[in-house]
């Protein structure tokens, strides 16, 4: 019988002639079929990958990262949204109305009960369509929280026309009695009735 010294050398023998094998195989195989031998290394390589990404998540310290905070804002973020006038109106019904649309479109949106947010554009799956080419498909968003009351945001690209309150341009803001709103050519009105 061997010692456990030839059993080592037998096995690395083997396992250098393997390895050769492996890359002469690898070589050939790049110089008939390129794409099948990367395809093959990316199957192989992703799941050891996907397990070190996941060990990594793992080890990440907790409390670093974003979080949501669902308390009460401090003042001061309260004073720079606007949010320190009263009351959240998210109870009271509001009213949009299309003032002027530049084209065809439809006449406004009341929110009721159950209705929390309204899109605004181009395309006929937004509540208010608005048909005219200054307009985006999905132009903006008004939406109700207990948090804020209504509050609307621009889904428009930076490269397009926005959205203006009161002539301000914004990318999002509460929004007020009264407010006007102008989406390209289009000018809505937003109404509360407290």
């Given at each position: 019988?061997?010692?456990?010294?030839?059993?080592?050398?037998?096995?690395?023998?083997?396992?250098?002639?393997?390895?050769?094998?492996?890359?002469?195989?690898?070589?050939?195989?790049?110089?008939?079929?390129?794409?099948?031998?990367?395809?093959?290394?990316?199957?192989?390589?992703?799941?050891?990958l996907i397990l070190a990404g996941m060990?990594?998540?793992?080890?990440?310290?907790?409390?670093?990262?974003?979080?949501?905070?669902?308390?009460?804002?401090?003042?001061?973020?309260?004073?720079?949204?606007?949010?320190?006038?009263?009351?959240?109106?998210?109870?009271?019904?509001?009213?949009?109305?299309?003032?002027?649309?530049?084209?065809?479109?439809?006449?406004?949106?009341?929110?009721?009960?159950?209705?929390?947010?309204?899109?605004?554009?181009?395309?006929?799956?937004?509540?208010?369509?608005?048909?005219?080419?200054?307009?985006?498909?999905?132009?903006?968003?008004?939406?109700?929280?207990?948090?804020v009351g209504y509050e609307i945001a621009?889904?428009?690209?930076?490269?397009?026309?926005?959205?203006?309150?009161?002539?301000?341009?914004?990318?999002?803001?509460?929004?007020?009695?009264?407010?006007?709103?102008?989406?390209?050519?289009?000018?809505?009105?937003?109404?509360?009735?407290?």
């Amino acid at each position: 019988m061997g010692s456990i010294g030839d059993f080592i050398a037998f096995v690395g023998t083997g396992l250098v002639k393997a390895g050769d094998g492996l890359q002469e195989m690898i070589g050939v195989g790049l110089q008939t079929a390129p794409a099948l031998v990367l395809g093959l290394s990316v199957v192989v390589a992703l799941p050891v990958l996907i397990l070190a990404g996941m060990v990594l998540r793992r080890v990440t310290p907790v409390g670093e990262g974003t979080s949501r905070y669902f308390g009460p804002l401090p003042e001061d973020i309260k004073h720079a949204r606007g949010d320190d006038d009263g009351p959240s109106e998210a109870y009271s019904e509001a009213f949009i109305f299309v003032d002027s649309d530049g084209g065809n479109g439809t006449g406004g949106f009341q929110f009721t009960d159950g209705s929390m947010m309204v899109r605004i554009g181009r395309e006929e799956d937004n509540e208010i369509r608005l048909t005219h080419p200054t307009v985006h498909r999905y132009h903006a968003l008004i939406r109700r929280s207990i948090e804020v009351g209504y509050e609307i945001a621009d889904l428009s690209d930076v490269t397009g026309n926005g959205v203006l309150i009161n002539g301000e341009k914004i990318s999002h803001r509460r929004l007020f009695d009264g407010d006007v709103i102008s989406l390209g050519a289009a000018r809505l009105r937003f109404a509360v009735d407290g």
